[in-house]
């Protein structure tokens, strides 16, 4: 996504937060679903940004297949991801309060 596309994301958007990371979602003009993460300003060193980054984007990759398309994602952390279990176990939440994944974890 461009940095235009993310600002947008946060206007006209839909959110949803648990614990330190909020999701922020929307339909986008593509057959494709986007996705981003943004971290707060002065979240931790390079190597725990580009962690936590590296850490949702493989839970998105993982579980994309069970997602609809078409949608623009925007994770916001807010607080500092500490191990992949507890981000998915979160993520997972977030996208089932959204309403974009029953609870079997098949799309809706």
Excluded: H
Excluded at 11 to 34: A, D, G, M, P, W
């Amino acid at each position: 996504m461009k940095k235009k596309d993310i600002s947008k994301g946060f206007e006209i958007s839909e959110s949803i937060k648990i614990s330190c990371i909020r999701l922020l979602y929307c339909r986008n003009r593509v057959t494709s679903s986007r996705i981003a993460v943004v971290l707060r300003k002065g979240y931790g060193n390079s190597v725990e940004r580009n962690r936590a980054r590296r850490i949702v984007k493989e839970i998105y990759r993982e579980m994309k297949n069970s997602l609809p398309a078409g949608y623009d994602f925007i994770f916001f952390l807010t607080d500092k991801v500490t191990d992949y279990k507890t981000a998915n176990l979160i993520i997972v939440s977030l996208f089932k309060q959204a309403g974009l994944m029953d609870v079997s974890g098949k799309s809706v």
